[in-house]
């Protein structure tokens, strides 16, 4: 869902036959729905401020306009994961909570119904009597990665293990064994180095545990523009004296014309 200023939260519902309203509304589900729109912005990050936001009132259902959530990012990488109902694993604990919450109580209620919706009302998502946003327990499978980076620290007296810094700035503390360390002679310490690793690997978040080291791989460096124009230099004027170069190479293969 793409960020914008504002957000819609609405709960509909019917009291004794007539519609919710913000003329008409019960005292409790106006202090839980208010309560429960407050921790779903401000989630465990508290990247939203309430005491900042400013919220309307709208007419129909009971509903609140929060603006001024532009700059809530986790927020707004929440609400794209509420597309999918296998999502309250990936969510801030406090706003699955709240999700939690409304799909008890709809659950509970044939009328309730919660929406969430941005400016362009275009709904993120919603929740009633049969909806079923769940928790998926963590998955962690076995598996081996190449993983390239910087080695910034290695050895250990009693633990062998390598600290490799990939290129978004995340270390990795990587198990291994002091013969495994010792092999070879190069100096692989601040240098850049690639790692084939074996780990266990979370379906859901991409995490890496129990890391351990497999063997160093040749390292490919990146693509050098001066040394391939330098290679391109050399070849043309190796090449220079002969007039075509693939009637040359053909001959070299024993191909006659």
Known sequence: MNPSN??????????????????????????????????FLKG???????????????????????TGLLAASTLWADLEHLKSSDSLS??????????????SAAQKNPYRRYSVADQSAQVSFSIDSTSNFRRIEDAWVHVEKYLPGIVVDMGGSTKANVHLKLENGV??????????????EQNRLYRPALLHVTAEENLLTG???????????????SYDDDEFNLMVERGTKAWADVPDATAWLETLRGNQA
């Open 6 to 39: 504002q957000l819609r939260f609405a709960v509909n519902d019917r009291i004794n036959d007539a519609e919710v309203r913000p003329s008409r509304v019960p005292l409790a589900l106006l202090g839980e729905f208010q309560k429960d729109v407050s921790e």
């Open 44 to 66: 465990s990050s508290r990247d939203v401020d309430p005491t900042k936001v400013v919220v309307s009132i709208e007419d129909g259902s009971l509903a609140f306009v929060a």
């Open 90 to 103: 990936l969510i801030d604990s406090k706003r699955a909570s709240v999700v939690e919450r409304w799909q």
């Open 171 to 184: 270390t990795l503390v990587i198990a291994s064994t002091q013969d495994k360390l010792a092999r070879g």
């Open 207 to 221: 995490e890496l545990r129990n890391l351990s080291l497999f063997d160093f791989e040749v390292h490919q460096p």
